[in-house]
T-cell receptor, first 114, second 113 residues
Framework: AQSVSQHNHHVILSEAASLELGCNYSYGGTVNLFWYVQYPGQHLQLLLK??????LVKGIKGFEAEFIKSKFSFNLRKPSVQWSDTAEYFCAVTASGGYNKLIFGAGTRLAVHP | DSGVTQTPKHLITATGQRVTLRCSPR?????VYWYQQSLDQGLQFLIQ???????AKGNILERFSAQQFPDLHSELNLSSLELGDSALYFC????????????FGEGSRLTVL
């Protein structure tokens, strides 16, 4: 069965600091990987996704993630965070192909202080 | 706006009661997914439908059931409610293509008193 582990449950940063959120997944086959963001009081929105090809994926709002197959990891990064990045971030995995269910990690709450 | 509509947005009810949550997927999307988000359990996959048929089941309790209708809207029925069922219930629909993106609704917040 697929599973996703996010290492940090809460992260507090100051504006302009760099961000890296860890995500590891467990699945024996080919996977598709996602990062979603949930701003306070809002629904989940897709930040970026990886299906195949270049393992460095760029998403919206300056976020990027790197797929490292040998480490089963898909860490999210941003070089300089802003106060508006305060949100909860979810890593998710699905088996590649078809219409498979998306399995989410527990989420990381990011608080950015001005 | 994701295009996925969920009603009601908020619902307060008592233990032992039954509620129905409704989801209208994006136009053209055939797949509907239901998730439960609670503080202690995170975002848990409940069930998936594709064009009216159940496709996958996750951590859905026997007291819960769902269906997808011919017009593709879906309903999640929660019965014999317990305090622990208080959560945010999300519906998502998926682009009708392989590896299509999931789009989430704003959720229905259920409070069981």
């Amino acid at each position: 069965a697929q599973s996703v582990s996010q290492h940090n449950h809460h992260v507090i940063l100051s504006e302009a600091a760099s961000l890296e959120l860890g995500c590891n997944y467990s699945y024996g086959g080919t996977v598709n990987l996602f990062w979603y963001v949930q701003y306070p009081g809002q629904h989940l929105q897709l930040l970026l996704k990886y299906f195949s090809g270049d393992p460095l994926v760029k998403g919206i709002k300056g976020f990027e993630a790197e797929f490292i197959k040998s480490k089963f990891s898909f860490n999210l990064r941003k070089p300089s965070v802003q106060w508006s990045d305060t949100a909860e971030y979810f890593c998710a995995v699905t088996a590649s192909g078809g219409y498979n269910k998306l399995i989410f990690g527990a989420g990381t709450r990011l608080a950015v202080h001005p | 706006d994701s295009g996925v509509t969920q009603t009601p947005k908020h619902l307060i009810t008592a233990t032992g009661q039954r509620v129905t949550l409704r989801c209208s997927p994006r136009s053209g999307d055939l797949s509907v997914y239901w998730y439960q988000q609670s503080l202690d359990q995170g975002l848990q996959f409940l069930i998936q439908y594709y064009n009216g048929e159940e496709r996958a089941k996750g951590n859905i309790l026997e007291r819960f059931s769902a269906q997808q209708f011919p017009d593709l809207h879906s309903e999640l029925n929660l019965s014999s409610l317990e305090l622990g069922d208080s959560a945010l219930y999300f519906c998502a629909s998926r682009e009708d293509r392989v590896n299509g993106e999931l789009f989430f609704g704003e959720g229905s917040r259920l409070t069981v008193l």
